[in-house]
């Protein structure tokens, strides 16, 4: 059982004992190596300041490096990666390109968010050079989805962005040495880990049998990607005690794109998933594209937001409808239930006993459409006001399937069944949806809170289902003399 | 010559690499402690007594202060009525009713939750409806503005339209949120760094809770993380809790306020209710216009009265107004005691008569633009609302120009035809102004100072009383002051903002922070030029022969006028008139062997202005900075969701000293403005917590919501510009523009009432917009 963490920052390996391993790795760079460039602005990975980059080792060789939130990220995330930071980017007054452009095209203000703004640029320079990606505008975008600026109203940023030389741009794994990262951490993959400090537990196991061999699940908060708990650890409403993170566990990455299913691992991050779901699920995966900065995606993960029961959830509607199950494991059984059945009828409440842990996602590749809404106040980088799934089959202009589940007007996501009824062996008509729409809202108890009155709640369920119907009937080209609204 | 090129930002090379030092970067002593702010937990009542048993019992903290620990009570910039920490009468929810010291910066969140309050409560006032019922006036305006005869014109209008004008407020969400660090020096003096708009006010503030004379406090203040107006007067109380720790302790005091707490705790842009009556002829004429303007000042007065004038002072937009009244009021309630924000008022007046005209033209079924052209000031030498006279006016250039560039005419048809198809989606267009005075409404804050120090080496260290927001003001100086020596801009530094160095700042606000400071700046380099003229002049004069054999001879200088006849070019000063030449490294150094100084402090002013709100008499602006915006919006009307297609702007700023500095601004106050009015909805429970305290509830714009086509172009003005080297101010002017975004949803959402006013607050979120057109389509 190793006791401390070992990681790489800007080239150089860190061994961090048991106090340090605990820290936010923001207060961490500021703090305790006054690597004072990453900045921290709202504590809850919502605005980019704190961006860093970071490259995971995954059994062969380093990752590619993606951009996170330093802010609600604890250190004992990072054992066997390297961390990139702002002051990294620089070598030997060798500018990066992005630190160049965003000179020149007076892409820093008052600088505040700047270096999340490069390390976010590096990110996506490095997925040109690896990928051999044009960079235009709605990549630049895309990338930047995660970083507020106050200042310059974004566009001498993007100028920055689409003006760097990606032929002036070395790979990290040319920068950095990589050959010794790879083998000191070859030599630590079925290295369990376990620290603590002062009431502060952390295990690492190397493997989900070590895990279920070792761990005491039943009283331990099981950690992912901890978009959400270090947030609330930042915002004091958690202590973090006991804890078990899977971020050893080389095979909970895995996605598998199989014939009839995609069998999605526990730590695989949304990212990765958007990418896998592009073909079978672009529905989903669009919504995906959506649904949280960069920065959340890399390292935040879909079993993470499914457990996690918000009802709000923008995926837990979706998995709702596509007869998606959960695998659920303790360390005798597997068992696997639809996610429509995960959840139970009260706030964040969910078929899950103390000692399994959810391994994994499988989504059914089946003949059935999708529509997936989010309404927000913000179209990018919110939390929807309301959110709706449709999976839906039509054979010759007739619903032989319908499953709605909607988020957002209720203690949970909630799926309309007597609604499904309504639809389903009827033949797609104007009438029918604007008599449902009316159903629906009765159905529906939406609070009124910062994101909006339950009113206008209402009013965008109700208009949601007239737009889906317009939409399905200009997808399948049917005449009509009007739409809906 | 540097002036005039885009010379990148003096910091851009440490913000790029992560160097450049903020306040909480500065690294901490090994004795330094850490401050915490305990708030109120009500938002009206009387504070009865504190018990911080509990606190002082935790292991790293070190000392608890409350009111009885300040030497002054209460703050203000203009009325001193704020207290510093509560004493007794609590005015708004998470007011600082305590602070605490920790040796932990860790233990800070978990401190805040140890203390116990006894508290009488009281019933609190929230909105500008319920104090205007109470009649809760904390500032109205001595005078009204007044030209014509409105009730007269009232009486015999052709058409009338009346109603009241609401908007919320906004955060200012600068990155960095307050902050300050406050060392204890020798004999008793305090430094205190802070991340302040306005370092001689914090001094005094800091100052008077110490108990000490000015001359025992220094403010410093290397940069902020964006201000917008929230560290003008708000860094204060900030600083000073911070100095009485570090005073009461002996140890440097850091207080960095989480982003939850500085929106809780600090004042924002003033939410206003205006009521107006407008009457207009057929054509759409404006004959007479009456508003009243009702701000929410929050708790306490702050800059609300200056504020309200400003408001007051853009009522007219760009609009010529011959019969007009306009009148201002602002409310106390309890609230955030709110506070300067970029516009300072003027964009709540200024939205108003917008959202007028949009009104006049759906009521006249004409199109906007029209109306606007028809009512600007279409020339010089005409009366606004206060008795200045419009002069060098480029409102119908900007008007006729932007027209064109923008395609508005075939835009606008291709959206009455759009929006007759009825395929779910309704578009919007809509052409706004803005005529933004520039100065200090305030006289006495017309005023700035420089230090300019030659060094032997000919380089050039520059202190002002301007700091440094992201603004780009250092760069400019920068520029100005090479361009006066004929050195490099590399040659050039500024140097870090001191009270020690330039005393009595004005703060850096107004969108005036280049101009007096700048000027000063160019004062200064003329001074210690008219010296190294002179000194050149004897050098050139008096041959080496006569050198060789009198060595000992000392050159003296008269400060005489600049001679003309001398040109700092090049690294070189040229006479013209002989082409005798020498470098400028030498000429500085001569200057210092023959005892003559190579330093000047310079003080400037602002020449005549001075405006009197009791008489409603005198030149209130320096000049005006003049833009227009063509924004168009695309909403959703199944779901109320709206964005914003294509903004094309066209600004006056004379001829900029930077332009693309300048175009950072323009592009950086737009979103700014367009956020205020479409998505950052301040949301606040019945008790009065701000619930919306973090980006997570509050949505500033981000990447993916500026216009999909952003164009900003800049008017060729040949006109004479009485502003150093012609340039104009940009900072705040452009904000105004980002309303088009909001009159172009109710221009959209005009399609939709049958030809009625649509009538819709700000922030116009999806949800007021999906509201509204279900209103309109259940016949409301």
Redesign the interface.
Known sequence: MRKSIILYLNGKMIELGESDSFMSLS?YL??QK??????V????G??G?CTVLVSRFDGKKMGQIQAINSCISFMYLFDRCHLI???G??KLDH?HP??KT??????????????GM?CALAAMTEDAKNNVIKIDNKKV?NY??G????????????KAGLSIDINDVKKFSDIYDQKEMISKYSNLIFDDVKLSHKDQEVYLPASYESLYKNADIKNTKIVSGATDLGVFVN??KIQLKKVISLNNILESYKIQNLDDKIVIGAKASLTDIEKACKKDFPEFSKSLHIFASPQIKNIGTLVGNLVNASPISDTAAFLRVSNSKVILNNSKTERSIFINDFFLKSYKKLDINSDEIVTHIIIPKEKIKFKL?K?????????S?VNMAIAYKLDNKIFTSFKLCVGGVGPTTLRLTSIEKEVIGKAIDQKIFKKIAKMAILQIKPLS?????G??RK??VH??L??FC?EVILDNKINVN??S? | MSVGS?I??D????????????V??R??TNSEVFVGIVGSPVACGKLISIDASAALKHKSCVGVYSASDFCSKKWGTIFKDQPIIVEDNIGYMGEPLCIFASTN??DI??I??LFKFKIDKASPVFSISDSVAKNNIIYSSPSAFVQGDVEKVFKSATNILEGTFICGGQD??????QACIAYPMENGQIEVHSSTQNPSETQRVVAEALGLSLHHVVCVVK??????GGKESQAAPIAAYAAVVAKKLKKPARLIL???EDMIITGKRHPFENDYKVAFDNEGKINGFKIILKSDAGAYSDLSSSILERSMLHADGAYYLKNVYIQGLAYKTNNHSNTAYRGFGAPQGNMTIESVIEDIACFLKKDAFEIRRLNIYQKDNIKTPYNQNIENNMLPDIFDQLHKSSDYKNRLVEINNFNKQ???KIKGISFTATKFGIAFTSRFLNQGSAIVNVQLDGSVQVSTGATE????VNTKIQQVVSSAFGIPVNNVQIMTTSTEKNHNTSPTAASAGFDINGSAAIKACNKIKSRLCELAKLIFENTTENNKKNTFTEFEVNNKDLDLDFIFKDNLVTQTSTKKEISFKKLVFKAYNNRISIGEYSFYKTPEIGFCKNTVKGKAFNYFTQGAVVTEVLID???G?M?VMKSDILMDLGRPINP??D??Q???????GMGWVT?E?L?YDTDGNL??H????Y????????PRV?N?DFLLNKNKIKNIYGSKAVGEPPFLLGLSAWTAVKHALSYRSNGKPVNITSPV???VI??KL?DL?NGN
Do not use: W
């Open positions: 207060n500021r703090y006054n690597l004072t460039g990453t900045k602005t709202c504590s809850e919502d605005c300041a930071t702002v002051e980017l620089k500018l992005a630190q965003m000179i020149k095209h007076h892409g820093a203000q008052c600088g505040y968010c700047t270096p490069i975008k930047l989805t970083n507020l600026c106050r200042c310059t109203g974004y566009e001498p940023i993007i915002k004091n809404y309404i927000s106040t913000r179209k990018d980088l919110d939390i006001s809170d910062v994101r909006g009155e009113s206008y009013i965008l208009n949601l007239l737009k317009d009007e739409i609204i | 885009n990148k930002h910091s851009s090379y440490g913000h790029v690499t992560g160097e450049s030092i903020f909480d970067d690294e901490a910066r860790y969140e978990h805040k939750t200012h969400f600068y990155m960095e949120s940069r902020m993380g964006g201000a917008f989480t982003k939850d009825k395929n779910g927001m992201g603004q780009g009307e199944y779901t969701e964005k693309d500095i175009k950072g323009v592009t950086g106050a737009f979103i700014q998505t909805r949301f619930i919306s973090s980006p997570t509830t949505k500033i714009p981000n990447i993916q919501d500026i952003f900003v979120t999806g949800e999906l509201n279900t389509k």
